[in-house]
C-alpha cells in the first residue's frame, strides 16, 4: 500500500473541510430516530460519537459503548445507495397543449458534488455493483453517472462486526480493497485517537497531501491491522458461495421455498434496505389543470404483486416464487447479469426482515438438502 | 420548410407522435398509425422490436410493431385495451400526440431464416408483433422457402387484420391457416387450439425456422407440436411477454431467470429460456 500516513483526530475536520472547499457536498453517518443513518453532515461533530448498535435478526438497538471512537458502529437501515440512485425521481415531465401537442423535458441532472464519508467494505462493494447495473450495460443510467461521476469517496474500515455481518464469507470486507478515494483506519489506544489514512486515487492522495499528516509507523499499521483483523474474527455468519449459481439454479422447486414463505411476511423491507437492489417503477402523474405530467421513477420490490403484474395476473403470486425471485436474483441471477455476486454481505436483509429471516441461513438449508444429490442418490 | 428528421436510438424520454389513423379490430382492439409529431423520431425497427408508447398522464406500456416505415417514421401499433395506459392509447383521438420511445430487444432472426422455410405461428394478440416478419418475407420472397402463418384466436370476432389475411391466403406463395377455439354456426373455418394446424402445414421441418408468439401456454404446446413434427428445437424462437417499466433492463420487471425479456428478449430462441419457461412462477 502506497504511502499510508496518519492523522491526528482533529485533522478530520480539516479533511471535511477541505472537501466542502473543492465543492463537495457531506454525506455521513449521523444518528437519526433511534440508528446510523447516512445524511448531509457539516464537520465531525456530526459523526456519531461513540455510538454502537447491536443488532441480531430482526432486531436493531443503538448503543453507547464506543467510547470516543466515530466509526464504532456498523451498517444501518440505510444506504449509499439512496444518494447515487434516488428513492424517488422525476424522469422527466410532459405538457399538452390545447392543440394536443405533447412537449416532454427531461429532468436537469443533479449538479451537485457528493463526499461520502465513512463507506465500509461491504458499501463500497455495493457501489461498484450498483455501477455495473447503471453504467456498464448498453443503457447508461444518466442521473446516476452524473452523481456517481462527482462523488468522492472516503472509505472506513471496520474495526468491529455486528452479529448480522457476513462479509468475509464473501470476500467484501472488512478491510476496504479499492474504489475509494481514501481509506481511514480508526484507532483508539494509548496512542491516541487517530486515523490511518491510505490514498486510493490521485484525488485522494491530493487530499491527504493537503493536510497535517505525519508518515504511518509500524505501531500505526499494526492498530490498523489488527482492528480489521478483529472486525474479521468476530463474524461468526457465513454463506458458503461455492457453486452457488448452480445450486440455486438446481434447486428451483425445493420445499424450503415453501417453508420460508411461511414465515416471510412479503413486504419488501430487505429489497429497501439492500443497498443493491435496483427494481423501480414508475409513477405518472398529472396536475390539476390536467396540462402538466410528471413520470416518477421510484424503488420498487419484487415482493410486491404488483411488480410482475401483466393483464390476467401477476406472474408471481405466490409469496414462496417472490422469495425465490430475491433471493435467487441476489445469490445467482445476478452473476449471469452482471458478472458478480448481488450480494456484498452487509447482513441489513438480516437485521431489518420483522421475523429475522436470514438469507445464509436459507441458503444453507438448501445447499444441505440440495435436491441434485437426492437425484444422484436416486440414480445409484 | 421541414426540418431534417433526427433518429434518436432508445432511451427514457418519448418522443411525440401524432396519431394519424386509428382503426377498431375487435371489441377490445384497436390499431393506431402514428408520424412523428416533430424532427425528432425514433430509430428504424427491426421485426420483433417494440416501443415504449406514452399516453398522456396515463403513463407507458411495451407494445409491439405491426409495421414500421423507416424512411417516413411512420408506426402501426395494434394495442388491446385492458389497462389504464392501454385504455388511453387506445382512447386517443386522430389528431392528438402521444409519446413514443424505442426501439428497444431483440428482433426476429431474419437474417438466419433466410434459404429455410418460415412458419409463423402466433396465438391471439401474437399476430401483430410478427406482422412485420410476414411483410419483410413477402418483400424478399426469392430469400426464403415456404412461408406459413398459421393462426390462432378464440372466436372469429377475436381475429386481427381481417383485410390482411383475406389477401395473404389469396397469394400462391405462402400458406395461411386460420383456426379459433370456438365459433357460431355462421364460422365456416376451422374450430380448434392452433396447435392442431401444425401436423399438416405445407413446410419441411428439417429446413424450418419456427417464429412463435401468443399466451405462453399456447407457445409451451405449439412448440411441443413443432419439435413432434420435426423441427429442431434451436431454430424455434419465441417472443414473451413481462411486465416492463423501463424496457432498457434497468427497471428489474421483466426477469426470467437471469434474462432481462425487455433487452436479451423479448425475441428469445427457445432453447435459450427452455430451462425457465418450465418453472412455474419463475
Known amino acids: 500500500m502506497s504511502a499510508a500516513v496518519t492523522f491526528e483526530l482533529d485533522v478530520l475536520d480539516d479533511l471535511l473541510a477541505a472537501l466542502s472547499e473543492r465543492g463537495h457536498t457531506l454525506i455521513g453517518p449521523t444518528v437519526r430516530q433511534g440508528a446510523v443513518v447516512y445524511g448531509e453532515i457539516g464537520s465531525a461533530a456530526d459523526l456519531p460519537r461513540g455510538v454502537t448498535d447491536e443488532q441480531e435478526p430482526g432486531r436493531y438497538r443503538l448503543g453507547a459503548d464506543g467510547g470516543a471512537a466515530l466509526f464504532a458502529h456498523n451498517v444501518g437501515p440505510s444506504s449509499w445507495k439512496s444518494h447515487l440512485f434516488p428513492p424517488s425521481l422525476r424522469l422527466w415531465s410532459s405538457r399538452r397543449d390545447g392543440q394536443g401537442e405533447l412537449r416532454v423535458e427531461e429532468e436537469p441532472l443533479d449538479e451537485r458534488r457528493l463526499a461520502f464519508i465513512g463507506v465500509r467494505a461491504c458499501d463500497l462493494q455495493a457501489i461498484l455493483v450498483q455501477d455495473r447495473t447503471f453504467l456498464d450495460g448498453a443503457h447508461r443510467d444518466r442521473d446516476y453517472e452524473a452523481r456517481r461521476r462527482g462523488c468522492f469517496i472516503v472509505a472506513v474500515n471496520c474495526e468491529r462486526s455486528a452479529s448480522t455481518c457476513f462479509c468475509v464469507s464473501m470476500g467484501t470486507g472488512p478491510r476496504a480493497e479499492a474504489g475509494f478515494d481514501v481509506a481511514l483506519t480508526e484507532i483508539v489506544d494509548a496512542g491516541g485517537h487517530r486515523f490511518l489514512a491510505e490514498p486510493g486515487s490521485e484525488r485522494g492522495a491530493d487530499l491527504l497531501g493537503a493536510l497535517s499528516t505525519r508518515p504511518a509507523d509500524g505501531a500505526d499499521e499494526r492498530a490498523a491491522e489488527a482492528a480489521t483483523e478483529r472486525a474479521a474474527a468476530g463474524q461468526d455468519r457465513a454463506l458458503d458461495t461455492d457453486g452457488i449459481k448452480e445450486l440455486l439454479y438446481a434447486n428451483l422447486e425445493h420445499p424450503r421455498w415453501d417453508e420460508v414463505a411461511d414465515r416471510c411476511l412479503s413486504c419488501g423491507n430487505c429489497t429497501q434496505v439492500c443497498p443493491t437492489c435496483f427494481c423501480t417503477t414508475v409513477d405518472d402523474v398529472t396536475d390539476l389543470t390536467g396540462s402538466e405530467a410528471e413520470h416518477v421513477r421510484r424503488w420498487d420490490s419484487c415482493f410486491s404483486l404488483e411488480h410482475s403484474y401483466i393483464h390476467g395476473g401477476s406472474v408471481r403470486a405466490s409469496v414462496r416464487s417472490r422469495y425465490r425471485q430475491w433471493m435467487t436474483h441476489k445469490l445467482a441471477t445476478w452473476i449471469d447479469q452482471f458478472g458478480t455476486s448481488g450480494c456484498v454481505g452487509c447482513g441489513r436483509c438480516i437485521t431489518w426482515c420483522p421475523v429475522g429471516i436470514d438469507i445464509t441461513e436459507e441458503a444453507a438449508a438448501i445447499r444441505a438438502t440440495d435436491l441434485r444429490e437426492g437425484l444422484e442418490h436416486a440414480d445409484a | ?282
Open chain 2, 1 to 282: 420548410m421541414c426540418p431534417a428528421a433526427e433518429a434518436v436510438a432508445g432511451g427514457l424520454a418519448p418522443l411525440p407522435y401524432r396519431l394519424t389513423g386509428k382503426r377498431q379490430e375487435t371489441a377490445d382492439t384497436w390499431t393506431l398509425e402514428l408520424e412523428p409529431a416533430r424532427a425528432e423520431r425514433m430509430a428504424p425497427f427491426e421485426p420483433g422490436q417494440f416501443a415504449m408508447l406514452y399516453a398522456f398522464g396515463a403513463g407507458e406500456a411495451p407494445i409491439s410493431v405491426g409495421a414500421s416505415d423507416g424512411a417516413s417514421g411512420r408506426m402501426v401499433h395494434t394495442i388491446r385495451a385492458v389497462g389504464a395506459v392501454t385504455e388511453a392509447l387506445c382512447a386517443t383521438a386522430t389528431g392528438q400526440e402521444i409519446g413514443a420511445r424505442g426501439p428497444f430487444g431483440a428482433a426476429w432472426p431474419l437474417a438466419d431464416a433466410e434459404g429455410a422455410d418460415v412458419v409463423v405461428v402466433a396465438g391471439g394478440l401474437g399476430l401483430p408483433p410478427v406482422r412485420p416478419v410476414l411483410e419483410r418475407v413477402l418483400a424478399e420472397r426469392e430469400r426464403f422457402g415456404t412461408l406459413s402463418l398459421l393462426y390462432g384466436g378464440r372466436s372469429p370476432d377475436d381475429l386481427l387484420y381481417r383485410d390482411a389475411l383475406e389477401e395473404w391466403g389469396a397469394r400462391p406463395d405462402m400458406d395461411v391457416e386460420v383456426t379459433v377455439d370456438s365459433a357460431g354456426a355462421d364460422w365456416r373455418g376451422r374450430v380448434g387450439v392452433v396447435t392442431t394446424l401444425i401436423p399438416r402445414a405445407r413446410f419441411d421441418p428439417g429446413r424450418a425456422v419456427a417464429m412463435v408468439v401468443g399466451p405462453e401456454v399456447m407457445m409451451r404446446f405449439t412448440v411441443a407440436a413443432l419439435r413432434e413434427r420435426g423441427v429442431p428445437a434451436e431454430r424455434i424462437h419465441v417472443s414473451l411477454e413481462r411486465s416492463m417499466k423501463c424496457a432498457v433492463g434497468v427497471c428489474g420487471h421483466c426477469m426470467l431467470g437471469p434474462e432481462f425479456v425487455c433487452k436479451d428478449g423479448p425475441v428469445f430462441p427457445y432453447t435459450r429460456v427452455e430451462r425457465w419457461l418450465g418453472v412455474p412462477a419463475l
